[in-house]
C-alpha cells in the first residue's frame, strides 16, 4: 500500500498547486501567463486520481473513496471559468479528494 499512499500525496500536492493556480486566475492575478500550467495541472491531478483509487484497488484497499472526486474533477469542463459555479465545483472535489484519501486507507 505503500505506492497507493505516495501517490495519494504526490497527488493531493498537485491539486494544492492547481487550487492555488486557479484561485489566483478567479482574483485576476495571472490572467495571460497562466491558463495552460492550470490545464496541465489539472489533467496531471485527473490522472493521478484515477491511478491513486486503482493502486488502493489492487492492493484490497478502497479505492471506490476516490471515484466522487473523479467525478467531480472531470466535471469540471462542463462549468464556465471565472464562474462561481467552477470555483465551487472545484472546492467540493477537493474535498471529496481529501474524504477519499481518509476513507482509501
Do not use: N, Y
Not at 472526486?69 to 465551487?88: E, V
Amino acid at each position: 500500500m505503500e505506492a497507493t499512499h505516495w501517490s495519494l500525496g504526490v497527488t493531493g500536492a498537485l491539486l494544492t498547486l492547481l487550487l492555488g493556480l486557479g484561485l489566483s486566475l478567479q482574483l485576476g492575478w495571472r490572467r495571460d501567463q497562466a491558463r495552460w500550467p492550470h490545464h496541465a495541472l489539472f489533467f496531471a491531478v485527473c490522472a493521478g486520481t484515477a491511478l491513486t483509487a486503482l493502486l488502493a484497488w489492487r492492493a484490497g484497499g478502497r479505492g471506490w473513496a476516490l471515484l466522487p472526486a473523479l467525478a467531480l474533477l472531470l466535471s469540471m469542463p462542463a462549468t464556465k471559468p471565472g464562474r462561481a459555479g467552477h470555483w465551487r465545483l472545484a472546492l467540493l472535489g477537493a474535498a471529496a479528494f481529501v474524504l477519499g484519501g481518509v476513507l482509501i486507507r
